[in-house]
């Protein structure tokens, strides 16, 4: 697990139907000590919120 910042959405015509209804996100690492952006971007899940 890291910190790090959604820096955009990933959009694409055709999805795996495990991830309908689930977004995609570019995200850039964050050093928790200085708060500067760290690495490259990576995509992540969107694990939301289930009631």
């Not at 055709?14 to 050093?31: A, E, Q, T």
Request: positive net charge; hydrophobic residues 40%.
């Amino acid at each position: 697990m890291f910190i790090g910042e959604v820096v955009g959405n990933v959009w694409g015509t055709r999805k795996h139907p495990s991830l309908k209804d689930r977004r995609l996100l570019l995200v850039r690492p964050i050093d928790p000590l200085t708060g500067q952006r760290v690495g490259d971007a990576v995509m992540a899940l969107d694990g939301g919120v289930q009631s």
